[in-house]
């Protein structure tokens, strides 16, 4: 029953990402989800909402994929486990890794399967530092990442996540993790600027941090295509040829974390391609399996390929792996996965249905006086609410005001996500959103902005 649901959840499950005081309150989960059917979920007490996130922007085939279940059902049934460890592999994890360097940017070389994307940018940070160790350069190994930026909350991925709540009372980040400005053009220190402008600001902080720290210490530096959980941000104009020309002339290497925008968020297969930048390292999970089973790829390019097998005889083992590297329950979710997302010709979806979404949330809530901005790319968009938007004047933090706005439409049958930093409305749907669903979100936005703000 849902009271008994109730009692052993309040007894038992320590929730990730919840405030403490809700488990002193003794307070149960609020919802108890049990289905979904496309970009629909429903719960235990009979809502249908539509999910404008996608879950954690990972859903993205949408729910319910007969599909996809059948092959995990059909891998379980022939081989459950088996390891990937010294030539190990099942069909399933060497088809995905066939499938997925067929994806790749051009320049990638190989393909390590991991569990999510904290795990795959860890593996990530350390074949950095395996690399220039095999260099002969182990002073070099700092790592630039920027605030705002999300990486995850492991010790070394908190760390490179430039959000102050992933730090506080966990003695983060680690030393050898730096960051630099966010490329928030909205937020610019100075209103004058127009964005190329802006672009050469960020650029030149960079260089200014690389000069402070000395380029031989700084290994690599990491970055979303568009910043997600620090406010689902699109860079400004030119700014990622521009960074990739400084990281270049100083020898750091690129590392694209592409956990929310790989496997077609951004209406391309992956957001370097979309921003044309070539990575050394690329982070993915998310959309890798649509979250159907948990499954993570590092990509590794071919200049740091060629290093590494260059260090192979005095190295032997690369030390680094899990039981569940490349797990074949996974692999199979995977290799469905992007079978469907061809077959249904997701990745044009959501470069089409993704910014008539965004671009409509534009016309309909753009002008409202406490809306400061709407801005998206591909199947992501953000409304950033203001206390005053001709000023830039943002609410106290403590008012919750980015929060009402969600609760208000969750009662409209929507979900969205008060992002953690500022009073931020985030939208990341499943990449097969119809014009109608879109629609419908756009609506219980504009009505629960006008319900909670006049
Ligand atoms: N990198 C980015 C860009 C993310 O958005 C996330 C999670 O949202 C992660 C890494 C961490 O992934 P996971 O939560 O699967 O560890």
């Not at 996130?53 to 085939?61: H, I, M, P, T």
């Not at 066939?98 to 190989?110: H, I, Q």
């Not at 990281?247 to 979309?274: N, P, Q, S, W, Y």
């Not at 329950?329 to 910014?355: H, R, Y």
Request: proline fraction near 4%; charge should be negative; include cysteine.
């Amino acid at each position: 029953t849902n009271d008994k649901l109730a009692e052993w959840d309040r007894e038992s499950f320590f929730h990730p990402s919840t405030h403490l005081a809700q488990f002193a309150r003794g307070e149960a989960a609020q919802r108890i989800v049990t289905g979904g059917e496309g970009v629909f979920i429903q719960d235990r007490d009979g809502n249908k909402l539509l999910d404008g996130f996608a879950g954690l922007y990972c859903v993205n085939v949408g729910y319910g994929r007969q599909e996809i279940a059948e092959a995990i059902a059909d891998q379980a049934r022939e081989l459950s486990y088996y390891h990937a460890y010294a030539g190990h592999g099942s069909e399933a994890s060497i088809t995905l890794a066939k499938m997925v360097m067929d994806r790749a940017p051009k320049n990638m070389a190989r393909v390590y399967f991991g569990l999510g994307g904290s795990d795959a940018n860890e593996t990530n940070i350390k074949l950095v530092w395996y690399y220039n160790n095999i260099l002969g350069r182990p002073e070099k190994k700092k790592i630039i990442s920027r605030w705002r930026g999300y990486h995850g909350s492991g010790l070394m991925t908190g760390s490179l996540t430039g959000l102050e709540l992933f730090h506080k009372k966990f003695d983060l980040p680690l030393a050898q993790v730096i960051h630099t400005e966010a490329p928030y053009y909205y937020r610019r220190p100075d209103m004058n600027m127009s964005e190329e402008e802006f672009t050469a600001y960020c650029v030149q902080s960079l260089e200014e941090l690389i000069a402070r720290e000395g380029a031989d210490t700084i290994a690599a530096f990491i970055g979303e295509p568009v910043l997600g959980t620090g406010g689902i941000v699109p860079p400004p104009a030119g700014y990622w040829q521009a960074i990739q020309k400084v990281l270049d002339k100083h020898d750091i290497l690129l590392i694209v974390d592409e956990v929310v925008t790989g496997f077609g968020r951004l209406g391309t297969m992956f957001g370097a391609d979309h921003y044309g930048v070539k990575p050394d390292l690329i982070t993915s999970a998310k959309g890798l399996t649509s979250a159907y089973a948990p499954l993570s790829a590092s990509i590794v390019g071919q200049r740091m390929w060629d290093v590494l097998m260059k260090g192979t005889d005095e190295n032997g083992v690369i030390g680094h792996g899990w039981t569940y590297s490349a797990h074949p329950i996974g692999a199979a979710a995977g290799v469905a996965n992007l079978k469907l997302i061809d077959e249904l010709g997701l990745v044009q979806n959501a470069a089409d249905t993704g910014n008539y979404f965004w671009q409509t949330m534009r016309d309909e809530v753009g002008g409202h006086g406490n809306v400061g901005e709407v801005r998206g790319e591909g199947m992501l968009c953000a409304v950033e609410l203001a206390a005053d938007k001709d000023k830039r004047q943002f609410f106290d933090a403590s008012e919750g005001t980015g929060a009402k706005v969600v609760a208000a439409m969750l009662k409209r049958g929507v979900i969205a996500r008060a992002m953690p930093q500022g009073d931020i409305i985030g939208y990341a749907p499943p990449l097969c959103l119809t014009r109608a669903e879109a629609d419908q979100i756009v609506l219980a936005t504009k009505d629960a902005i006008t319900e909670v703000l006049g």
